[in-house]
């Protein structure tokens, strides 16, 4: 059974950082890129950041500059660093696992991948 936990979510003010984490089991991490997306109220789940599972990585042009990911494959997680918050990352933000072993294709579409967390919420007060 695979699983995907996302954690480090919270309230932050207006140029704050936070770290989401995503704890993954059930599958070959390593072999496996996966995503962040997130979803605001009333808008479309939309793509934040893609790691490969060799590592390549790619980003929205709204948190370019701003946001990074990087995963541990000894600890099965992926994180997402986020720096210089604005109140428009305000969302739910989900991580995801390609649906395709061994990809280096960076993927920003969520049909491209098959297993999602349960999602943690952000919030950027102003």
């Known amino acids: 059974q ?4 996302e954690s480090g979510g919270g309230l932050v003010q207006v140029g704050g950082s936070l ?7 059930g599958l ?25 599972w060799s590592g390549g990585a790619n980003y929205a ?5 701003r946001f990074t990911v990087s ?4 600890k099965n ?8 918050l604005k109140p428009e990352d305000t969302a739910t933000y ?5 649906r395709r072993r061994l990809s280096n294709f960076l993927s920003v579409f969520p049909r491209d991948y098959e297993y999602w967390g349960q999602g943690t919420q952000v919030t ?3």
């Open 61 to 65: 042009d709204s948190v370019k500059g």
């Open 19 to 25: 770290r989401l984490s995503c704890a993954v089991s």
């Open 94 to 98: 989900y991580c995801a696992a390609d």
């Open 28 to 52: 070959t991490f390593s072999s496996y890129g996966m995503g962040w997306f997130r979803e605001a109220p009333g808008k479309e789940r939309e793509f934040v950041a893609v790691i490969t």
């Open 77 to 84: 997680t992926v994180y997402l660093q986020m720096n210089i």
């Open 2 to 5: 695979v699983q995907l936990v």
């Open 124 to 126: 950027v007060s102003s």
């Open 71 to 74: 995963r541990d494959n000894n």
